[in-house]
T-cell receptor, first 113, second 107 residues
Framework: NAGVTQTPKFRILKIGQSMTLQCTQD?????MYWYRQDPGMGLKLIYYSVGAGITDKGEVPNGYNVSRSTTEDFPLRLELAAPSQTSVYFC????????????FGQGTRLTVV | EDQVTQSPEALRLQEGESSSLNCSYTVSGLRGLFWYRQDPGKGPEFLFTLYSAGEEKEKERLKATLTKKESFLHITAPKPEDSATYLCAVTGNQFYFGTGTSLTVIP
């Protein structure tokens, strides 16, 4: 199994451009998450989803949008990129239940110039 | 408001010098506390899940414990390969992370 796959691994955007970070998982997990991690910092939750068609905001949702049309995919959309969105983005998934661990992708390193 | 706080922010140990990392939390209805290891440039890697106060889990040189307000990650006789950032997280539907402890083990 591939687990959680994120694409692209690296991207440079110009201010004002838009892009979609892709995340797909093959473990049939209900819950999926998007985090950002700034240098030397912990993970901040951007958005999460508890199942197809259901999404909700996390701690830092401004400037981002998500959709969850299938169980497998949870893309993160950046509209009008800003330098403050320069970060490493991680997608994660976990099975239903409060005590199940999350599995992470390898991250997307995004630079906005 | 749910919160997770880790201390210290950074820790430097000599090889073989045991120590503990702390994760304190305020969560209504804790359902699980998780410890992860993160190496530079990589995603977090799962270590332990703890569910209830008094529970302990061990893996090689690492031992995690849980009370009603905090968790400790004890590192016994660490080696340089244990150098990493250690993250704790708590959960309901959301999955909240602390800011992590950056551990450096010096040979």
């Amino acid at each position: 199994n591939a687990g959680v796959t994120q694409t692209p691994k690296f991207r440079i955007l110009k201010i004002g451009q838009s892009m979609t970070l892709q995340c797909t998982q093959d473990m049939n997990h209900n819950y999926m998450y998007w985090y950002r991690q700034d240098p030397g910092m912990g993970l901040k939750l951007i958005y999460y989803s508890v199942g197809a068609g259901i999404t909700d905001k996390g701690e830092v949702p401004n400037g981002y949008n998500v959709s969850r049309s299938t169980t497998e995919d949870f893309p993160l959309r950046l509209e009008l990129a800003a330098p403050s969105q320069t970060s490493v983005y991680f997608c994660a998934s976990r099975d239903r239940g409060g005590n199940t661990e999350a599995f992470f992708g390898q991250g997307t390193r995004l630079t906005v110039v | 408001e749910d919160q997770v706080t880790q201390s210290p922010e950074a820790l430097r140990l000599q090889e073989g010098e045991s120590s503990s990392l702390n994760c304190s939390y305020t969560v209504s209805g804790l359902r699980g506390l998780f410890w992860y290891r993160q190496d530079p440039g990589k995603g977090p890697e799962f270590l332990f899940t703890l569910y209830s106060a008094g529970e302990e889990k061990e893996k090689e040189r690492l031992k995690a414990t849980l009370t009603k307000k905090e968790s400790f990650l004890h590192i016994t006789a660490p080696k340089p390969e244990d150098s990493a950032t250690y993250l704790c997280a708590v959960t309901g539907n959301q999955f909240y992370f602390g800011t992590g402890t950056s551990l450096t083990v010096i040979p």
